[in-house]
């Protein structure tokens, strides 16, 4: 009776059948790609004592590692969704000659290998690089400082953020604006209260994928850090120099702590983007 | 407050969408714009709002007061659009209190005052159990409604409603045109909507504007468009008709094989013109009396609904006419399928094919 009921709750007839199939896919593809790294990653760790676990993750160097990726990659995503958004609108509002060609330029950090990206922006940042040389004398050191780290992830993290947003302003009516135009409405008030509450749910998205992007990435990034232990080395990078010397436990230790941070940030970003699309969906269902 | 178009011309690139229209509104009345798509009537709407910059030349008056150059937030039109444009992330009464708190600090009423403001107007549009809903949670007319609301929070000089009924069904779109007019009767303020539905501007309106490539062809109230239509596009566009090609000569009319008076035209030479008569204009008889009628056959009949509907074919062309009778009438004359009668048209309207005047010379 029980299975009955709650078979009602969740399938709805509907024109394509496949709802057990398609979802008894989905659960063994991601348990087979995403779920069973992860679960070998908590088994590794679990080799270690708990005090031993403990020592490893708050070991000053590990702490500073933790502190610079997850601060860059929020400057990084920050920026991006500010830009990013610049980028879209542009791109879906004003019809100009070469925009198709602007359009795909977005995607190239995609399709990059990370490592030429990031010889390619150590080349111009370094001291007697094109950018480099004027920055310098002005005291600002882009290469191998946390600058430059997040100069990389800015790179690799626009086109989330442009991919994201593209379609909600695509959505967006033109009227809604010329109805806040006609009650008065400035243009920055129909901009503040009109445009950027519509489009905050896939701005979220954007900011969201930009900063899980960041956190992750390694090779555009160990190319213009310096990598200085407790000043310019990221998390990804301490868990391949642990790797490298062999030391497992500690690598999937300092990764497991990784892992669970990001869960727990985008779980936040999630819930955010929970509450702002929460009114758009009632009556919808 | 009286609104006045004077000489505005609009291109949206070769398409010409306003060609040097004029027109004027007087204060208080509600006045529909009519035509078909493509006629210039929205776009006539919008450049009013300030939503389109005509070309430049010529000027737009709101009570003598010229507000071309005015961007749309500076011109206090309330402007309702034929999908609402609601703000999907605000509730019913934020999307009603959005104009009055997007008013420059010095003018803003205070929260009490915007609260009691939209209270009032939710109840003025019988919505006020719905403040904290959202848009997506209502029906059409609903939304309308509130749109409505929404641009008379501000409290426009005037109200510029764009197919307000289109995007709604028909049962729904009948009550909420009634209610708009019940509405203006209480509220009087100078109201332009669009619409292409002849039916709405007919039944709704204090004056018809009927608009056609950009132009407008007539003005006038319900009454006189459709009775007195001052050109054969007016005619055909104000419903059903019939049409004839018909010969004028002298005060009389050659049409489908009757000849029949037609004293406007007395002293003219011989023409071509055209032939209008609305359905109910005509009467069916059995016998004909001295070519004063015209022959048709009676193809189908349709005696549902308060009035009756006959399909006929004209006997000399074969063209097709259509006649509504009323009830008593259709009974008493007991019509079938197939026989021959005789049409006698009550009000037929002429006008004369200058263009193409006969070569025949004038016999008087």
Redesign the interface.
């Known amino acids: 009776m029980k299975v009955g009921h709650m078979k009602i709750a969740f399938r709805r007839p509907s024109v394509l059948p496949g709802f057990g199939v398609t979802l008894g896919f989905t659960l063994f593809y991601l348990s087979l790609i995403v779920l069973l790294p992860l679960m070998a990653l908590a088994m590794r760790t679990s080799d270690l004592t708990w005090s031993a676990f403990v020592e490893i993750v708050t070991a000053p160097r590990v702490v500073a590692a933790f502190r610079l990726s997850f601060g860059t990659s929020l400057v990084a995503a920050t920026i991006n969704t500010v830009f990013g958004f610049i980028v879209a609108w542009v791109l879906v509002r004003y019809p100009f000659p070469g925009r198709r060609l602007v359009d795909a330029m977005v995607d190239l950090p995609f399709a990059m290998p990370t490592a030429v990206s990031g010889i390619a922006l150590t080349t111009l940042f370094v001291g007697n690089g094109w950018i480099g040389r004027w920055l310098e004398p002005l005291g600002i050191q882009v290469a191998f400082t946390w600058l430059g780290i997040v100069m990389a992830l800015i790179l690799i993290g626009l086109p989330f953020v442009v991919r994201a947003v593209q379609p909600a302003l695509e959505d967006l009516?033109i009227?809604?604006e010329?109805?806040?135009?006609?009650?008065?409405?400035?243009r920055s008030?129909t901009f503040v209260?009109?445009i950027l509450?519509?489009v905050?749910p896939a701005l979220l998205t954007g900011f969201a994928m930009a900063f899980a992007r960041s956190l992750g990435e390694y090779g555009s990034v160990i190319f213009i850090a310096g990598n200085l232990p407790m000043k310019t080395e990221i998390v990804p990078l301490l868990i391949v120099s642990n790797l490298e010397q062999y030391n497992y436990p500690g690598a999937t230790a300092i990764a497991l702590v990784m892992l669970l941070t990001s869960f727990v940030f985008l779980l936040f970003i999630n819930g955010l983007q929970w509450w702002?699309r929460r009114?758009?969906m009632?009556?919808?269902s | 407050m009286s609104i006045s178009v004077r000489n505005i011309n609009k291109r949206f690139g070769s398409f010409q969408a306003l060609n040097d229209v004029s027109l004027d509104i007087p204060s208080g009345e509600l006045v529909a714009l009519l035509g078909p798509s493509g006629s210039g009537k929205t776009t006539l709407l919008r450049v009013i709002a300030g939503l389109e910059s005509p070309l430049p030349g010529g000027s737009i008056l709101f009570q003598d007061e010229e507000v071309k150059e005015r961007s749309a937030h500076d011109r206090q039109v309330g402007f309702v659009f034929q999908h609402y444009a609601l703000f999907h992330h605000m509730s019913v009464f934020e999307n009603v209190a959005f104009g009055l708190r997007v008013q420059p600090r010095g003018i803003r009423p205070s929260r009490k005052e915007i609260s009691d403001r939209v209270r009032s107007l939710l109840a003025l549009v019988q919505l006020e159990a719905f403040a904290n809903h959202y848009p997506r949670q209502l029906s059409g007319g609903q939304r309308q409604r509130i749109a409505l609301a929404r641009a008379l929070a501000v409290e426009p000089t005037v109200l510029l409603l764009d197919e307000p009924f289109g995007a709604l069904d028909a049962k729904v779109r009948i009550e909420l045109r009634r209610w708009l007019r019940r509405l203006h009767d209480e509220i009087h303020i100078t109201s332009v909507f669009v619409t292409h539905d002849q039916e709405e501007a007919l039944e709704v309106s204090d004056r018809v504007v009927v608009m056609n490539h950009g132009r407008v062809e007539q003005v006038g109230t319900p009454e006189e468009v459709y009775n007195h239509p001052a050109n054969p596009f007016v005619y055909h566009f104000l419903g059903a008709v019939n049409h004839f090609a018909a010969r004028v000569e002298n005060g009389r009319a050659f049409v489908a094989g009757a000849e029949l008076p037609a004293p406007e035209f007395a002293g003219r030479a011989a023409a071509a013109a055209v032939g209008y008569v609305r359905p109910h204009e005509i009467e069916i008889i059995r016998q004909s009396g001295e070519g004063a009628a015209i022959p048709a056959l009676v193809r189908m009949t349709n005696g549902a609904g308060p009035m009756a509907r006959i399909d006929l074919e004209r006997i000399e062309d074969g063209e097709a006419i259509e006649v509504v009778l009323s009830r008593e009438r259709f009974e008493e004359l007991e019509l079938r399928a197939g026989e021959t009668v005789y049409l006698v048209p009550r009000r037929l309207r002429l006008f004369a094919d200058d263009a193409q005047s006969l070569a025949q010379p004038a016999t008087v």
């Open positions: 009516e009227e809604m010329e109805a806040a135009a006609s009650l008065g409405a400035r008030q209260r009109v509450p519509s905050a702002t009114h758009r009632k009556g919808i």
